[in-house]
């Protein structure tokens, strides 16, 4: 996945790859008027489906029926379910021309944890859990985290991989508590410049009365 600024591009079209670049899409762009999808027709119909089942405004008027299957799950098709990969980067998530650009923080390594956390059953999470709290994992845990078939939560130790980490701490609401530690911390910060300038405005302005005072003595 590549942020081109305008647009979103995919090399690997696999299901949480395309809901990974909606949920950046979503961050990123305004959903007044809906994403603009591009790509081959098999990606455009999955990327709709996946777009209806996450909730996410498409403005592909021609995608409306996908969009729609994605919205029920009743009748989702096959291929919106399964992984295929595309070995070109032909596919693209982007802002419809007529929206408006939304600008602002975007959390990535929050939405490639939510994506990991979206697969995760209540085993993959709970092996998850162990190996963020150093505990020892089962030959079925390490399989959970270690499959193959997605990024790796741990290395051959065990131990949390770089996503992993980040899983974790989404999961445990550890990300949270540090963004609001970060947060308090750069809000001490500021109070203590803003005493800082205080005290040093003072001191000025104390040393320019007493200049004051001594021009008038010798008056």
């Known amino acids: 996945m590549s942020d081109r600024g305008a647009q979103v591009d995919l090399i690997?079209?696999?299901?949480?790859?395309?809901?990974?670049a909606?949920?950046?899409?979503?961050?990123?762009?305004?959903?007044?008027?809906g994403l603009l999808l591009k790509g081959s027709p098999e990606f455009l119909v999955?990327?709709?489906?996946?777009?209806?089942?996450?909730?996410?405004?498409?403005?592909?008027?021609d995608l409306q029926a996908e969009w729609q299957r994605g919205q029920n799950p009743?009748?989702?098709?096959?291929?919106?379910?399964?992984?295929?990969?595309?070995?070109?980067?032909?596919?693209?998530?982007q802002e419809s021309s007529s929206g408006v650009g939304r600008k602002g923080y975007i959390d990535q390594e929050g939405?490639?944890?939510?994506?990991?956390?979206?697969r995760l059953d209540w085993r993959g999470a709970q092996a998850l859990r162990s190996a963020g709290s150093s505990g020892v994992l089962t030959e079925e845990q390490?399989?959970?985290?270690?499959?193959?078939k997605h990024p790796d939560l741990i290395d051959e130790k065990s131990r949390l991989t770089e996503l992993g980490r980040l899983s974790y701490e989404q999961l445990t609401g550890?990300?949270?508590?540090?963004?609001?530690?970060r947060k308090q911390l750069l809000t001490r910060n500021i109070d203590q410049q803003m005493e800082d300038k205080t005290r040093k405005d003072c001191k000025t302005t104390a040393r320019h009365e007493q200049k004051s005072r001594e021009a008038e003595l010798e008056r």
């Open 174 to 181: 550890k990300k949270l508590e540090r963004e609001q530690d």
């Open 74 to 93: 009743a009748v989702r098709t096959e291929s919106a379910r399964q992984n295929s990969e595309s070995t070109m980067p032909v596919s693209s998530v």
């Open 12 to 20: 690997n079209t696999a299901d949480h790859e395309i809901e990974a």
């Open 142 to 148: 390490v399989s959970l985290l270690r499959s193959g």
């Open 46 to 61: 999955k990327a709709a489906e996946i777009a209806g089942r996450m909730g996410l405004k498409i403005h592909n008027q």
């Open 111 to 118: 939405i490639a944890a939510d994506c990991v956390l979206a």
């Open 22 to 33: 909606l949920r950046l899409a979503e961050q990123k762009f305004d959903m007044t008027k």
